[in-house]
């Protein structure tokens, strides 16, 4: 190496546009009046290549020194590859927050450059993921799925656990589920047990995904997030997919909401069924919080126990 290991440089002589560079750039205005009063306290990290001095860490102090019109401290270290300075970068900003975004980042720029079963190793304890923790099982696995579920993670529509199903799908499946997050953002759990429901219906049925979608019984998707709430259209979604998965089971919750809603009719009692209609068995309950509303509730009780919709509720689920 040629140029001495610390020097000053113009900003525009330093190239910022690497592709190791993964973290987000930090806003250049924070550092300004630092870099007023003391100058520059660090130096910025760069390799030369070819008679050009590529940068490693130090975006936001290149920036800041350009609008300021200061010169660069450049520090030069020894990178034999992208994957070396990818992983220079990564150590210098262990200090910074790491998101899905990054890792999602981070992950596909090392797969790309090298073998997949070296990660767990070289590029788990970068980003702060345990090498056989089920995340970093969930990135190798999400290596697998089409670019257009990167967006849809990085926007947080999608959860990193939903790769758990999806990569049990065929291609033409995860494509056709890519709308039902689009506009969507999904919890994990909502996100898991549609997907998981869809599979598994599929796998039953000997059909697939794109057929149960596609059925005139599954409600469409076009007006998500539109004419209802997001947390509806999810609710709507997971409800359809969760009914062509148990189809007894969700019957007999119509009948049971049916009935309910009738013996409670103007009272605050919730009647809820125990172990999935299997027992026979109830569960009633309201709140209350003055010695007026108990007594209401017990007035409500005992008017609502009159009811002759009890025994129906009793032996849903029960074999006759």
């Known amino acids: 190496m040629s140029n001495p290991s610390v020097c000053n440089l113009s900003p525009a002589d330093v190239d910022c546009s690497g592709p190791w560079l993964l973290h987000p750039e930090s806003p250049a205005e924070k550092l300004i009046p630092s870099l007023k009063k003391h100058g520059?306290?660090?130096?910025?990290?760069a390799v030369e290549e070819s008679g050009k001095t590529l940068l490693v860490a130090g975006r936001a102090r290149v920036a800041a020194a350009s609008k300021l019109g200061m010169d660069v401290l450049v520090r030069y270290i020894d990178a034999a590859d992208d994957t070396e300075k990818a992983v220079l970068h990564l150590e210098e900003n262990s200090a910074r927050l790491t998101d899905e975004s990054l890792k999602l980042s981070a992950v596909?720029?090392?797969a790309a450059r090298m073998d997949v079963a070296e990660l767990p190793k070289t590029v788990a304890p970068l980003l702060g993921i345990k090498p056989k923790s089920r995340d970093m099982k969930f990135w190798l696995d999400w290596m697998e799925l089409e670019p257009e579920y990167d967006e849809l993670l990085r926007r947080g529509h999608i959860?990193?656990?939903?790769?758990?199903v999806l990569i049990k799908l065929g291609e033409t499946d995860r494509a056709a589920l890519v709308r039902f997050f689009e506009k969507l953002s999904w919890s994990r759990s909502n996100a898991v047990n549609f997907l998981t429901w869809l599979y598994e219906t599929s796998r039953r049925e000997n059909k697939s995904v794109v057929e149960l979608i596609s059925a005139p019984a599954f409600p469409a998707f076009e007006s998500a997030g539109e004419s209802e709430s997001p947390k509806d259209a999810v609710t709507r979604f997971c409800k359809a997919a969760k009914e062509l998965r148990y189809p007894t089971l969700s019957e007999l919750e119509k009948v049971h909401n049916?009935?309910?809603s009738e013996i409670c009719a103007g009272t605050k009692w919730r009647v809820e069924p125990v172990g999935s209609f299997?027992?026979?068995?109830?569960?009633?309950?309201?709140?209350?919080?003055?010695?007026?509303?108990?007594q209401k509730a017990m007035e409500d009780l005992e008017s609502i126990a009159k009811f002759s919709g009890w025994e129906d509720l009793f032996e849903l689920g029960r074999d006759k």
């Open 278 to 294: 299997e027992t026979g068995e109830v569960l009633i309950q309201t709140r209350f919080k003055s010695r007026e509303m108990m």
């Open 258 to 260: 049916k009935i309910v």
């Open 108 to 110: 596909r720029f090392f």
């Open 40 to 45: 520059q306290l660090v130096p910025v990290l």
């Open 159 to 164: 959860p990193l656990a939903a790769v758990s």
